[in-house]
């Protein structure tokens, strides 16, 4: 079955940076987009950042443009997020998601922290 796992998450300071991982497997990973989502308390869950298959097609929310990338490396099922610059806005879970089947999959989330 799909099974999508997020790493990477922590405390960071303002400023800093971390990079996000989530390794895929259940699915051909090459050929699905992949997302990261993100929720903040008391907020509803938002798009961050998307790619396509290929790596060619890449969005991210207005709010993340310029501080955060997105990558994958098929070889390894693995999409990253590289976040740098972090603010305390930005701390939140951060998740996983691929739209396979015709069903949204999740992982389980990582934390985000951002404080001094």
């Known amino acids: 079955q799909v099974q999508l796992v997020e790493s990477g998450g922590g405390l960071v300071q303002p400023g800093g940076s971390l990079r996000l991982s989530c390794a895929a497997s259940g699915f051909a990973f090459s050929t699905y987009t992949m997302s990261w989502y993100r929720q903040a308390p008391g907020k509803e869950r938002e798009l961050v950042a998307t790619?396509?298959?290929?790596?060619?097609?890449?969005t991210y929310a207005d709010s993340v443009k310029g501080q955060f990338t997105i990558s994958r490396d098929n070889a390894k099922n693995t999409v990253y997020l590289q976040m740098s610059s972090l603010k305390p806005e930005d701390t939140a879970v951060y998740y996983c998601?691929?739209?396979?089947?015709?069903?949204?999959?999740w992982g389980q989330g990582t934390q985000v922290t951002v404080s001094s």
């Open positions: 998601n691929v739209f396979w089947r015709l069903r949204n999959y």
């Open positions: 790619i396509s298959g290929a790596g060619g097609g890449i």
